[in-house]
């Protein structure tokens, strides 16, 4: 049983910073890429960050130069730092991993919420 389990979101204010993380446990074998998806009141979700096995990464550009992802492949770890928060950046930010050679997978955690707001 896989399990994606995020934390570090909250309320801050316009300027601050947060960071989300999400840990994988279970049996996960052949990731490819770790990333964060985000999905504001009335949209669609959409990708902000991702980061695959050889550390490439790839950021949607509203957060590019704001907004950091990281991984600890030891730890099956992926982390969000988020700088310069604007209002536009609050949503429900959630962590997906995918893998697998033959039998492929695509994970998601349940979600954690980012408020940004004076």
């Known amino acids: 049983q896989v399990q994606l389990v995020e934390s570090g979101g909250g309320l801050v204010r316009p300027g601050g910073s947060l960071q989300l993380s999400c840990a994988a446990s279970?049996?996960?074998?052949?990731?490819?890429?770790m990333g964060w998806y985000r999905q504001a009141p009335g949209k669609e979700r959409e990708l902000v960050a991702v980061?695959?096995?050889?550390?490439?990464?790839n950021y949607a550009a509203p957060v590019k130069g704001r907004f950091t992802i990281s991984r600890d492949n030891a730890k099956n770890s992926v982390y969000l730092l988020m700088n310069t928060l604007l209002s536009e950046d609050t949503a429900v930010y959630y962590c997906?991993?995918?893998?697998?050679?033959?039998?492929?997978?695509?994970?998601w955690g349940q979600g954690t919420q980012v408020t940004v707001s004076s």
């Open positions: 997906n991993v995918r893998g697998g050679i033959f039998t492929p997978y695509d994970y």
């Open positions: 279970g049996r996960l074998f052949s990731i490819k890429a």
């Open positions: 980061i695959n096995s050889d550390s490439v990464t």
